[in-house]
Structures are given as C-alpha cells and as structure tokens.
C-alpha cells in the first residue's frame, strides 16, 4: 500500500470514530467528512500531522456552551429558548465567528459552522481562532422591544464566557446590527467595561468598522472574480442567480452590480424572485433592511421586470454564475444539474455549506469552478479582524482603506487556495485547496503549542 492509501485508511477509521462520537450532527458530520476527505495528500506528505491525536484534537471542540434563554414576550408569557457557545480552536487566536438566531439551531449546526470558521480564520490570515453560536430563537415578527429582551437574556450568560481577549462573536443569520446593539449593551452593562473588541458588526460611531455589513457579500463577489479571471474571463456582462435576501444577498448583489454583472434573482423561505432589468439593490435594502419585509414585497413594488415565485427551487433560473446566499444544504444534486445544464460557468458560497457534497461533486465534474464557503465567504470575518484591530488602536479606518484590504485578503485566499490545490496535484479544486491551506496553518500551530 502507498503512504496516500495507508493515510487514506487510517483517515476513514477516524471519520468512523467521529460518527460514533456524535450522532444525530448530521451537518457537522457533513463538514468533518468534507474537510478530512480532502486532507490524504498533505498527511501522507508531511507525516507530523499523522501524529495521533492530532486531527482528533481538531475535530473535538476545546469547549461547548449550552444554557437556558428565558425571556418574556409583549404580552408577558415567558418563553424559554436555548443558546449555545462553541469554542472549537484558539490556537490561531482568540475564538471568532457568529451568533445564529434561527428555529433550526442545534448543536450540530453550530458545530458545523464552527468547525468551517476554523479552517475560514485560518486562511484569512489574521490571528484569529474558530468558535459558532446562537440560538433557536426565531426573530420573524417579533416586536422590537422582543428582541432586544431576549438579546439581552442570551447575553446575561454569555458575557461570562466572552471577551475581547477569549472570544469575540458577530452576527450571522438572524442576527443582525440591531441585535449587535442589544447584545453590545447589555455586555456592557454587566461587565461595566467598554470593550468594543468583544464583539465585531457594531454600528458605525460606537466601534463599528465600516464595509464590515458588506464584506461578506463583496469578498464572495471578488473570490468569484477570480476564479473567473484564472479562466480569462471577467464578471463584466454575466448574469447571475443569487439566493436569499439578508445582509450576505444583499451586498453581493451590490457589488456584482458594481462590476458590471447583473444579478436576475433574489429569495427568502418562501420563494424567490426573478427581476428581468436585474435586482434593484436600493429597493431590496428598503423591503428587507428598513421594513424587515419579504421578498414578495419587493416584487410587487419593483413593476412588470419582477415577478415572485412561492416555494420553487432559485437554481432553476438560468444564469452564466451562482452565488448562493441563504443557508446550508439550499444547493443539491438536483438543482446543481440543473446549473449545469444552464451553462453555469462558477459558484461561489456566500452561505456556509449551501451546496451538498453530491452538488459539489457534480459541478466540479463538470468543470464549474467552485468556491466553497470557507474561501468564498471569508471576507466577512476579516473585516470582523480588521474591526477588532482598529479597536485596538482606537482608531477607525476610511471605508477606501478598508475595502482595500478586503480585496487584498480575498485575492490572497484565491491565490492560497490556487496554488495549494496545485502544489497537491488537484489542480482547479479549491475545495481541496482551501482544506489544506487552513489545516496547514491550523495544524501547525497546535503542533508548536503541545498536547493540550
Ligand atoms: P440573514 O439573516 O441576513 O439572511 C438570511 C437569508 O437566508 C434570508 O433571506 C433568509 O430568509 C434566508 N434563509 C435562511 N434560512 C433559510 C432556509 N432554511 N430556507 C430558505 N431561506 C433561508 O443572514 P446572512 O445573510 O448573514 O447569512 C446568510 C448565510 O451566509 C448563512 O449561511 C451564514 O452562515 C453565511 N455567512 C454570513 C456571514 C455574515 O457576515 N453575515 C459571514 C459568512 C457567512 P428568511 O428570512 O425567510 O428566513
């Protein structure tokens, strides 16, 4: 047997391990099988990181948080919602990554996408660890002064666990800058410090950076531009199908506007929208930002160019690139043939995970460059870096400067991810690229600092 095939088993036995070590996490088994699936070629060629317990310390989080959220809503009935806190990896720095507020968050989800945000941190650069949270707390019509009650319920437990130095989260789904503003309060209020450092996506003129709404958003944009600049081509003139409405939809549809793209189409959970004439951002900020609206809403006030569609799949809109959006899994095997067939040229994941493992196979079969989400969407947590830094000095960035080092950051992860996928004989596949530059980066430092 060679050493990749030796490595390869011994990589399978520990994939085993980890199903038996956490059932029912069906999303973060999905990230643990996509990330090691990937790594054979590196631990075959650099036997240090086959040394036991390395990857087991990897996959198992240095520390899991869960606690009770009660709350009392505007008519006085208590609710009882449960947060949760995972700090997987601060070997690179202190933990980092966002808060979810959503019905469908479990611990296995904010497993995944803490797991994901290691390997994301890493390729970033910056000194930044891994960590996820969040809540089953859904804010859909929910009042104000509900939110803000619960934020600061979630928060009376969290502060203990957070800090400038240990753990900074940010939003994410559900989560926005008006939570930000009521988590940010009440830390302050508890600890009596103001730290703008423990928590990043603040509002602008109390340690917000600015470009961090839209960095996500833009970074996803300017990785899917180069991956279309290493095949000759520019975003200048393509279409575009874009999934979800919120901050990470939103300003990638902003930015493809801003190059010369024009994307056709944008969606919520109850259906999505084509907009012919492309999407109007302005609008779209309007109905989702301001009014905390639906998609629905955006097509009846946009005129005969738009049309909402209820339930239906976005994908089936046919465009030269896909950048979905939303959330996990909203991209399968299904919907990927369909891009296919409709002469998609690239995707590149705005969301965490949106596309399946069998959507990513297919595409990249089929020669769609693919970026995946820990690349794609990495520039949304360096700008959460760069706030961090600049509360630091206290000081505050021009949005010029701070959009310049985004772009900086996003074309450094393209060419890391590039020349990785290259340099381990997958030449194009930024999926193995992006694997092994951030467990490279990762892995390494946990070997420098010990068992521990
Ligand atoms: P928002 O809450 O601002 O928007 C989420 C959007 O996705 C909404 O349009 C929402 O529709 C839709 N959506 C959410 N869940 C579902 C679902 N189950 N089915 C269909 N549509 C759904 O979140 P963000 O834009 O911040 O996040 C979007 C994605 O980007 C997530 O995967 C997140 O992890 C990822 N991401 C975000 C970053 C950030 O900086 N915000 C950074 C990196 C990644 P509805 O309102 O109907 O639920």
């Given at each position: 047997?060679?050493?990749?095939?030796?490595?390869?088993?011994?990589?399978?036995?520990?994939?085993?391990?980890?199903?038996?070590?956490?059932?029912?996490?069906?999303?973060?088994?999905?990230?643990?099988?996509?990330?090691?699936?990937?790594?054979?070629?590196?631990?075959?060629?650099?036997?240090?990181?086959?040394?036991?317990?390395?990857?087991?310390?990897?996959?198992?989080?240095?520390?899991?948080?869960?606690?009770?959220?009660?709350?009392?809503?505007?008519?006085?009935?208590?609710?009882?919602?449960?947060?949760?806190?995972?700090?997987?990896?601060?070997a690179?720095?202190?933990?980092?990554?966002?808060?979810?507020?959503?019905?469908?968050?479990?611990?296995?989800?904010?497993?995944?996408?803490?797991?994901?945000?290691?390997?994301?941190?890493?390729?970033?650069?910056?000194?930044?660890?891994?960590?996820k949270?969040?809540?089953?707390?859904?804010p859909h019509?929910?009042?104000?002064?509900?939110?803000?009650?619960?934020c600061?319920?979630?928060?009376?437990?969290?502060?203990?666990?957070?800090?400038?130095?240990?753990?900074?989260?940010?939003?994410?789904?559900?989560?926005?800058?008006?939570?930000?503003?009521?988590?940010?309060?009440?830390?302050?209020?508890?600890?009596?410090?103001?730290?703008?450092?423990?928590?990043?996506?603040?509002?602008?003129?109390?340690?917000?950076?600015?470009?961090?709404?839209?960095?996500?958003?833009?970074?996803?944009?300017?990785?899917?531009?180069?991956?279309?600049?290493?095949?000759?081509?520019?975003?200048?003139?393509?279409?575009?199908?874009?999934?979800?409405?919120?901050?990470?939809?939103?300003?990638?549809?902003?930015?493809?506007?801003?190059?010369?793209?024009?994307?056709?189409?944008?969606?919520?959970?109850?259906?999505?929208?084509?907009?012919?004439?492309?999407?109007?951002?302005?609008?779209?900020?309007?109905?989702?930002?301001?009014?905390?609206?639906?998609?629905?809403?955006?097509?009846?006030?946009?005129?005969?160019?738009?049309?909402?569609?209820?339930?239906?799949?976005?994908?089936d809109?046919?465009?030269?690139?896909?950048?979905?959006?939303?959330?996990?899994?909203?991209?399968?095997?299904?919907?990927?043939?369909?891009?296919?067939?409709?002469?998609?040229?690239?995707?590149?994941?705005?969301?965490?995970?949106?596309?399946?493992?069998?959507?990513?196979?297919?595409?990249?079969?089929?020669?769609?460059?693919?970026g995946?989400?820990?690349?794609?969407?990495?520039?949304?947590?360096?700008?959460?870096?760069?706030?961090?830094?600049?509360?630091?000095?206290?000081?505050?960035?021009?949005?010029?400067?701070?959009?310049?080092?985004?772009?900086?950051?996003m074309?450094?992860?393209?060419?890391?991810?590039?020349?990785?996928?290259e340099?381990y004989?997958?030449?194009?596949?930024?999926?193995?690229?992006?694997?092994?530059?951030?467990?490279?980066?990762?892995?390494?430092?946990?070997?420098?600092?010990?068992?521990?």
């Amino acid at each position: 047997m060679t050493t990749r095939s030796v490595t390869r088993t011994t990589l399978d036995h520990l994939l085993t391990e980890i199903e038996h070590r956490n059932p029912a996490q069906p999303e973060f088994l999905q990230a643990a099988h996509e990330v090691l699936e990937t790594l054979a070629p590196v631990v075959a060629a650099r036997p240090e990181y086959a040394e036991p317990g390395l990857i087991e310390r990897l996959v198992e989080p240095e520390r899991q948080v869960l606690f009770r959220v009660p709350w009392q809503d505007d008519k006085g009935r208590v609710h009882v919602n449960r947060g949760f806190r995972v700090e997987f990896n601060s070997a690179l720095g202190p933990y980092k990554g966002g808060l979810r507020f959503h019905p469908s968050v479990n611990l296995g989800v904010i497993k995944f996408l803490g797991f994901e945000q290691i390997f994301k941190n890493a390729l970033t650069g910056l000194g930044i660890g891994g960590g996820k949270g969040g809540s089953d707390f859904d804010p859909h019509g929910r009042s104000d002064a509900e939110v803000m009650r619960f934020c600061q319920s979630f928060m009376t437990e969290l502060h203990r666990h957070i800090g400038e130095h240990t753990d900074v989260p940010a939003g994410d789904i559900g989560v926005g800058g008006r939570e930000i503003g009521y988590l940010f309060g009440q830390y302050r209020r508890i600890t009596n410090r103001w730290e703008a450092g423990v928590l990043t996506g603040k509002g602008q003129g109390w340690g917000g950076s600015l470009i961090r709404p839209e960095a996500t958003g833009y970074g996803s944009v300017l990785f899917a531009a180069a991956m279309l600049r290493e095949r000759g081509e520019d975003l200048e003139g393509q279409t575009a199908v874009v999934s979800g409405s919120g901050n990470v939809a939103i300003y990638t549809i902003e930015k493809l506007a801003a190059l010369g793209a024009n994307a056709v189409t944008c969606s919520d959970s109850s259906g999505y929208v084509v907009d012919e004439k492309g999407v109007d951002v302005e609008l779209l900020k309007q109905v989702k930002e301001v009014e905390r609206g639906r998609v629905d809403t955006y097509a009846e006030r946009r005129g005969s160019s738009a049309r909402f569609v209820p339930g239906g799949s976005v994908w089936d809109v046919p465009a030269d690139l896909a950048l979905p959006s939303a959330t996990q899994n909203e991209l399968d095997e299904n919907a990927a043939a369909t891009l296919v067939r409709n002469g998609v040229k690239a995707v590149s994941e705005g969301a965490n995970m949106p596309a399946t493992p069998e959507a990513v196979h297919l595409l990249q079969k089929a020669g769609v460059a693919f970026g995946p989400g820990k690349a794609a969407n990495a520039g949304g947590v360096a700008v959460s870096a760069l706030e961090m830094a600049q509360n630091h000095a206290r000081t505050s960035w021009t949005a010029a400067k701070v959009e310049e080092e985004l772009a900086d950051i996003m074309n450094n992860i393209h060419t890391t991810c590039h020349e990785t996928a290259e340099r381990y004989d997958a030449p194009g596949d930024y999926v193995t690229g992006a694997n092994i530059a951030g467990f490279e980066r990762v892995a390494d430092a946990m070997l420098a600092q010990g068992v521990i």
